[in-house]
């Protein structure tokens, strides 16, 4: 089946600790972006990527860090640095270029005790 | 103003009833328009995407107007399940980024 993964599903940290979530997709999409979303609230931007080995600042990047080394693998690296590193954090890819359709996997819930 | 900006609700409707959502944006180079459900604690699923001549797809009907710059979302003959966020979402202008409004609720009741 094709589709995009996120694990795992919920995570806790403790404060001060870097955590990595995984994304995976095997829908030859180019394009990937990681979400933010808090309850309330609507999905903020953090980083995302348009082709292999290049990526770009979102609207709220900082305390976070990715890489795209591989066209299916996009993880983000939630940072110590990150204020409020507790949400829900979802990863979604798209074909690129002119197809702005995303679609998401199913999420990670990250809480830092 | 937000730039995607959504009446938050909650729309509480009886099952079988007509509900209309509507939505603004604010960059008038957006060019994709989409409306997405979200079920709670669970991803964002796309619904439809919104084109200029509007489009339907069995019970969901999505306009366009782009002179007035807002998107609207017909369900007809509401379910159960369809009780959800509806999330509106434009493009960035000529970027590929997605500017997303907080969601309208809807409850449909039996």
Redesign the interface.
Known sequence: DGGITQSPKYLFRKEGQNVTLSCEQNLNHD?MYWYRQDP????R?IY?S?IVNDFQK?DIAEGYSVSREKKESFPLTVTSAQKNPTA?Y?CAS?L?GSY????????T?LTVL | RKEVEQDPGPFNVPEGATVAFNCTYSNSASQ?F?WYRQDC??????LM?VYSSGNEDGRFTAQLNRASQYISLLIRDSKLSDSATY?CVA?AGNN???I????TSLAVNP
């Open positions: 394009a309330g609230q609507g999905l931007l995302y348009q979102g829900f979802l798209s690129g702005n359709e995303q679609f998401f996997g199913p999420g819930r | 994709s989409f604690r669970k991803e964002p699923k796309l995407s999330l493009n590929r980024k997605l997303w409004g907080l969601g």
